[in-house]
């Protein structure tokens, strides 16, 4: 019988974690019955409605109870519990399982959304798969007189399309299994081994050796778990004797690889895609999903790509064929995953079209049961005939008989064979739960380490014991008295670990890496409960201690988040306790922060396989824009990013996290297969050929690299004053990369300098008129860049206003003091008010760019710059969109507080203009011609007098704003401790003091000049009067 099945869909939104709430995330999804509304966190306006079958709120409204069960509050209440989410979909899937239907189940979302909560479950919570389990074997005992049931159970990971076979026995198949297809079976894991179950501890503890597989196989290969995917398949077999009919069915559960995997390899421009393998059955699912909703739509599709990846091969018929499949995604809440979430519920809404055509199976074994059943009945059917009929040869009834016997043996050895099967696997059971009954009495009884691990689902798995007596720790694991760990950076012997007198010590050997509490130590050091140890470069484990020393704590505050946290702060990046979590604390710098936590290890990671490799590539992290602001002064964004050195030569590239990342799992893959062909045993693949640079994931062309930016301030222009500088060229992070020497020369027309004459008092003068200015960059000098390698050179990119393309200078190579000898003539045509006040407000960002040997020189775009015929480039109105200055520092303030005073001072400006013109006609009505002379002679002199003043004034100015710069750069330096903090503030007030002396001098001169002008100037009207 064939049935249609659209394949079901639920939402599950999980609670918030820690760093959501310490990051005063806020939840953007609700939820009305079975439909999910996601709303854009920039934009409330803009929502977006889905409708599934199910969604689950898990969000809030729940509690703990005693047996750590998370319940809703109150009876009734809205939380969706691990036990109602079964009751919708496992009980579903058990359903079709025992009806002898395929079925498949599989999991959906973002890392860390929940998938594996809702699939296996922590600790009492269990999810979906345990209860399935243990609610199949209650359904098969309880049904026992009417079938008989035989349940095999398998796990496997697909990984870098390498299936690994979580339950072997052996050593792991290099290349993984081998995925094959048959006519009847469809594609299927060769060689994969296949458990016969009778209980539910007995698939609990199956799991658990999957987990600590898939653990250990994580850290030895340096690979990352939520980039695989895994598979559990429950074989479900009934034989109905009294109907003679046998059910077959596969269930498979599965629990994909993290989605946002799936959308980074397209969204990062980097020279090179993401791993061929690292996406492809993700992003292989996705387009065979998108195809079979296409189907379902009506649409043509010619091609189902189900063979693209092993994923899709396996899960073929859960995809549009024989089985009744359900997909739970699931989903952060937090508006910082707004984009992921969207994506997740456009995914779900995709597969919820796809449909599906279930049939009852009847598996070739049972056939041939039911096949050899009828033969003997026919055999026995001929041989009474014979005997009836009277002419029975001996020959034939012997062979009639002898065939029958060996039907009826065929047929006790099939129903045997699975009784031999279960007690293989049975005696198995029994020796792994006197494995894990040993470990946890040895838990009862000694000291040891646990492993933590990225993926809390893998955390707590592995332990080892530290015994009385001294033991090695590292790879080597032939001596009887050592502790074998495999990870990137553990050497052969790498630390000894003491258990005498029951105290523990841990003594790192040289060269080793070995992280206590965050601080790294070569000492003997003597462990206590709860210790953080994190060997080589990123192997993490909590010190558990003798059970005397552990108090009822919890240790599931240790995870892995916890230790990547501590190892920051000790390297001086962290957040105050009283930061975190409150309102104050800046959103953007929070995210840097756990960018930064997030990125370490891998950069520990980068480091030791570059290391291994003989890359000789050192990765840095580095806050990019810490200390850079815009051409308003306006911090601009920060965010991490990688500097790459390499070599001798000292090539530097500055990679995006983004790219980082890819680049991260591409050197996976190069040092996996390097690992593979070192240990010898894939003879097959053996390639000892060097990568080629275009597929090196540790190289990359070189590249223009931006040292840091210089301020060049505007505001002299607009009063027509000639201003002289030398600019700091400050870095990223505030080093000085180099002093730039510029100048700012209002010219005429043709380039002529204009002299003190021509300076203005009132900038409004320049409204609608011509203003034309030269900008010299005359030399760069103390090149930080070229003094640290001499082949490199250096060219300097400023843009003007709109132009939305850089001017650069010649590129000047191998000098640390070199002239640039670089002018560049300016002029605006009609000044406008907003262009004034653009000059006024803003300065040039001057671009220091670094060039390596071998890099292509930046080059001037001239597209779509006006320029007259005689070079002179015209520069184009301010942005009117552009928002003021909102920098609320106090200091700022102060600044702000400074151009009231001079607008206050162009008012009392204007006043005594008018009042000078109303003192002309006066004069003009009163005396003769000849005193005119008179009158217009004292005009330029008073106005002379005050350009100078204001001249003196805008100078002052700069080294005021030199202060402000200062100021904003100064930070507390890394070891914050009491008298480090106490200095910087000393420090702090000490440069603030200067700063508003400085401000108050620079004001308070020029309010004495203009009181002094303008008393001059009354004292002359005076007199004439
Ligand atoms: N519904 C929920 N209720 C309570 N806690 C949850 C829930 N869902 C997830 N969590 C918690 O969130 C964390 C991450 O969940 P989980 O390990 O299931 O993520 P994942 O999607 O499997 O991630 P990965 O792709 O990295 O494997 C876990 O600590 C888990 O306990
Ligand atoms: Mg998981």
Redesign the pocket.
């Known amino acids: 019988m064939h049935n249609k099945d659209c394949v079901k869909v639920a939402v ?1 939104v ?2 918030f ?1 820690k760093r959501e709430r310490d990051a005063g995330s806020r939840c953007i999804v609700s939820m009305v019955l079975s439909s999910i509304t996601i709303q854009d966190p920039r934009d409330c306006q803009n929502s977006r409605s889905f409708c599934f079958d199910y969604a689950y709120w ?1 969000h809030s409204g ?1 509690t703990q109870d005693c047996g750590g069960l ?1 319940v809703p509050e109150e009876p009734g209440g809205r939380y969706a519990d691990q036990d109602s989410v079964f009751q919708d979909l496992g009980e579903g899937i058990l359903e079709n399982a025992l009806q002898g239907y395929n079925a498949t189940l599989l ?1 959906y ?11 296996l479950g ?1 600790g009492p ?1 269990k999810g979906l798969v345990p209860k399935l389990c243990e609610r199949l074997f209650q359904a098969v005992k309880g049904s026992q007189d009417t079938r008989q049931c035989q349940v095999f159970f398998s796990m496997l990971e697909i990984y870098n399309e390498q299936v690994v076979d979580l339950l072997s026995r052996g050593s792991r198949t290099p290349g993984g299994l081998r995925v094959r297809e048959e006519q009847q079976r469809g594609f299927y894991v060769e060689g994969l081994r296949i458990v016969p179950c009778e209980s539910s501890p007995q698939v609990e503890q199956l799991m658990e050796q999957g987990t600590r597989t898939r653990t250990t196989a994580a850290t030895h290969m340096n690979a990352n ?2 980039r695989s995917h895994m598979l559990i398949i429950l074989q479900l077999q009934q034989i109905f004797s009294k109907e003679s009919i046998t059910k077959q069915s596969n269930v498979n559960l599965v ?1 994909l ?2 989605s946002e995997r799936q959308r980074s390899s397209g969204s990062e421009a980097d020279r090179l895609k993401e791993g061929t393998a690292i996406n492809l059955s993700l992003t292989t699912l996705g387009n065979v999903i998108s195809s079979l909703a296409d189907v379902a739509m009506g649409k043509k599709v010619v091609h189902i790509p189900y063979r693209d990846s092993v994923l899709t091969k396996l899960l073929q018929s859960a995809l549009g064929g024989n089985s009744r499949t359900v997909m739970i995604a ?1 989903l952060s809440p937090a508006d910082i995953c707004y984009e992921e979430s969207l994506s997740t519920l456009r995914y779900a809404e995709r597969a919820k079209r796809i449909q599906n055509r279930a049939v009852v199976n009847e598996s070739p074994t049972e056939r041939l049961v039911k096949e050899l059943k009828a033969e003997n009945d026919r055999l026995l059917h001929r041989l009474t005939r014979l005997g009836q009929e009277g002419h029975r040869t001996s020959n034939e009834t012997k062979e009639l008989r002898q065939l029958l016997t060996h039907n009826e043996l065929q047929i006790r050895a099939i129903q045997t064979l699975w009784e031999q099967h279960l007690q293989e696997a049975l005696k198995d059971w029994e020796q792994q739960y006197a494995n894990i009954t040993q470990e946890r009495r040895k838990m009862q009884m000694h000291p040891y380490i646990l492993n933590i691990n ?4 893998l955390s707590g798995v592995v332990k080892l014991f530290i015994l009385e007596g001294e033991w090695d720790v590292g790879m080597c694991d032939s001596s009887p008295k050592s502790i074998s760990i495999k990870g990137l950076g553990i050497q052969e012997r790498h630390a000894v670990f003491r258990n005498e007198q029951r105290r523990i010590t841990l003594t790192p050997l040289p060269g080793s890496k070995v992280i206590v509490n965050g601080v790294s130590v070569s000492q003997t050091t003597e462990l206590q409960h709860l210790d953080r140890l994190i060997l080589g470069s990123n192997c993490t484990y909590l010190f558990i201690s003798y059970p005397s020393e552990r108090s009822g704590d919890d240790w599931s505050r240790y ?1 892995y988040d916890y230790f990547q946290s501590e190892l920051a702060a000790a390297q001086g990046i962290h957040l105050g306790e009283s930061s975190v979590g409150s309102d104050q604390t800046d959103p953007s710098l929070l995210a840097i922060f756990y960018d930064y936590v997030k990125l370490m290890p891998m950069m520990a990671e980068a480091n030791q396989m570059s290391q291994e490799l003989n890359k000789g590539v050192e990765f840095k992290l580095e806050i990019k824009n810490l200390t850079l602001s815009d051409s308003k002064g306006r911090d601009l964004e920060k965010e991490i990013v990688v500097r790459v050195t390499a070599g001798a030569k000292k090539q530097v590239w500055v990679w995006s996290k983004a790219k980082f990342v890819n680049r991260k799992f591409l050197m996976e893959e190069v040092y996996q297969q390097h690992h593979l062909e070192r240990s010898g045993d894939n003879v097959l693949t053996r390639t000892d050929e060097v990568l080629p640079r275009d597929r090196d994931p540790f190289w990359d062309p070189v590249e223009p690299l931006l040292l840091g930016t210089a301020h060049l301030w505007l505001q002299s222009l607009a009063f027509r004053i000639p201003l002289e500088e030398q600019l700091e060229v400050l870095g990223s992070e505030g080093t000085e990369e180099a002093i730039l020497q510029v100048q700012l020369v209002p010219c005429n027309a043709s380039g002529l300098v204009l002299g003190e004459d021509d300076i203005l008092i009132d900038p409004s003068e320049l409204l609608d008129r011509r203003l034309d200015f030269q900008l010299v960059l005359e030399q760069c000098c103390g090149l930080r860049w070229i003094r640290e390698v001499r082949s490199r050179g250096v060219q300097i990119g400023f843009r003007l206003l709109d132009c939305s393309q850089p001017l650069y200078t010649p590129a000047v190579w191998h000098n640390v003091n070199p002239l640039l000898d670089h002018k560049v003539h300016f002029a605006s045509l009609h000044t406008s008010q907003r262009l004034l006040d653009y000059l006024q407000s803003s300065a040039v960002v001057l671009e220091l760019w670094g060039l390596q040997e071998g890099c292509t020189e930046l080059e001037s775009s001239l597209e779509g710059v006006r320029m007259t015929a005689e070079g002179v480039f015209i520069i184009e109105e301010a942005d009117p969109t552009d928002p003021a200055a909102a920098d609320s520092s106090e200091l700022c303030c102060s600044v702000r507080a400074l151009q009231q005073d001079l607008e206050e001072m162009k008012n009392i400006n204007a006043s005594l203009r008018k009042e000078n013109h109303s003192l002309r006609e006066q004069l003009s009505a009163a005396r003769n011609g000849g005193e005119g002379v008179r009158s217009r002679a004292v005009r330029p002199s008073c106005d002379a007098e005050f350009a100078r003043s204001l001249k003196v004034f805008y100078q002052s100015m700069t080294s005021v704003r030199g202060q402000l710069q200062r100021l904003r750069r100064h930070r507390p330096s890394d070891d914050t401790n009491l008298l480090g903090l106490r200095l910087f503030v000393t420090e702090q007030s000490c440069l603030l003091k200067d700063f508003s002396e400085q401000l108050e001098q620079c004001v308070s001169t020029l309010k004495q000049d203009v009181a002094a002008i303008v008393r001059r100037k009354r004292e002359q009207a005076g007199n004439w009067s």
Do not use: L
Not at 109 to 119: A, E, F, I, L, P
Not at 454 to 457: R, V
């Open positions: 599950r999980r609670p974690n898990s729940f998370y999991a979302g973002q890392t860390g959304s929940g998938k594996s909560y809702s699939m922590y919570n778990s939520s629990d690889a993290g699931t990225e993926d809390a689902q995870d």
